[in-house]
Structure formats: C-alpha cells, structure tokens
C-alpha cells in the first residue's frame, strides 16, 4: 500500500484530500436525490452533523472548512433561528471590498471592524456574505420557509472559538479568512446543498 502511494506520488498523480471518501458518498446521493446538478461543476456540500463545508469541484474536495451552523439545529421554518437543509444556490455575493473583519448590517459595510476573537453574544455577520435561495419549493423555498427571505447566508464571524460547533441563529459562519477564499471560490449561482448526516 505504501508503495503504491509512494508510486502514485511520483507519477505526479496528487494524493486525494482526506474528505475526498465522504464527498464520493454524498456525490453518488447528489445524483440519485438531485440530478439536476452539475456534479462536474462546483457544489458546496455543508455537513450540520460534521459542522463542515467541502468545496467540491469537478468530483474532487479542493477545501474543506470548519463552520459554525444553528444552535438550534436544522429547520426550515421561518423565525425557527434553524438552519435549513436542502438544496439552495447562491443568489448573491455580498462584500468583496469589505476589509476582513468587517461588520456588515443589513448587508452593508458598517465602518467598524470586529476584534478577532471576541466573544460577544451578537451573531455579528462580518466579512463576506454569501446570500442563499432556497431550490426546493415548500421545504426551503416559498412561504413560511423561505431561505432566502430568512436571509440565510453563509458569512464570516469573529468568533473564531465556536466554529466547529452548533452556535449561529440560523446561518453557516466560517472564519473571516475562510469566507473570504471561499467567496473568491464560488460564483453567484454555485449549488449548495445542506444535510444533516
């Protein structure tokens, strides 16, 4: 096994990311579930149970990043404070000149920049947003569990300390400099697919 590795290596065929075995998995359950997306194009794939995002690209994990989704767990319905599941696409990108740090209200730049790390209790949105509409009418799309008009986005936080665990009211927060790769990643239109598995 080594030595096949070390083969591959040399015949400058790149190891496969370490996230690469579940992104086949839920690849092979886009297809079944969702046929209708491209799985050659690129697909974000956001775990609630792993609190995880892949960036999957042409079949192949190109970034994996740790998030923060609700607290409450998921849920589509409106004022639920839920994250939605399903698939949804970004509908818009928000924020490609805000410094990192910025904090965004109302989805403008408000001038001030939160301190890295700070533990304030205020689900803060800073950086980047990453606008999401919901693809599935009467689950994440449509009255009463709109994720679009819920404003649910993936955006960047300054709490860096809970990433990785259940905190935000309803959102996906990545770190300040993840948003920001994934924002320069991703094209308004990028499906995004939810689950919690």
């Known amino acids: 096994m080594i030595l096949v590795a070390a083969l591959a290596g040399a015949a400058g065929v ?6 690469q075995g579940l992104a086949d998995l839920f690849l092979d359950y886009v297809e079944v579930r969702y046929p209708q997306v491209d799985r050659q194009g690129d697909v974000l794939y956001v775990s609630i149970h792993r609190q995880r995002l892949l960036l999957i ?3 192949r994990v190109v970034r994996s990043m740790p998030v923060s989704t609700a607290w409450r767990g998921p849920d589509c319905e409106a004022d639920s404070h839920g994250t939605p599941l399903g698939l949804h696409r970004v509908a818009r990108k928000i924020g490609e000149d805000v410094p990192e740090g910025g904090i965004l209200r109302g989805r403008r730049f408000t001038g001030r920049i939160a301190s890295p790390g700070t533990t304030v209790k205020e689900d803060l ?3 980047r947003i990453l606008w999401l509409e919901g693809a599935e009418p009467g ?13 649910i986005y993936i955006h960047g936080t300054p709490q860096r300390a809970r990433i990785g665990t259940p905190a ?5 927060r990545l770190s300040d400099q993840d948003v920001i ?3 320069a990643d991703v094209a308004e239109g990028t499906p995004v697919i939810i689950l919690d598995n």
Do not use: K, Y
């Not at 790149?14 to 996230?19: I, L, S």
């Not at 689950?139 to 404003?151: E, T």
């Open 14 to 19: 790149p190891d496969p990311h370490p996230a």
């Open 139 to 151: 689950l994440n799309r449509g009255p009463g569990v709109d994720s679009f008009s819920r404003a």
């Open 168 to 172: 935000s009211e309803g959102c996906i």
């Open 125 to 127: 949105v800073t950086t």
């Open 181 to 183: 790769r994934l924002f």
């Open 57 to 59: 690209r042409g079949g």
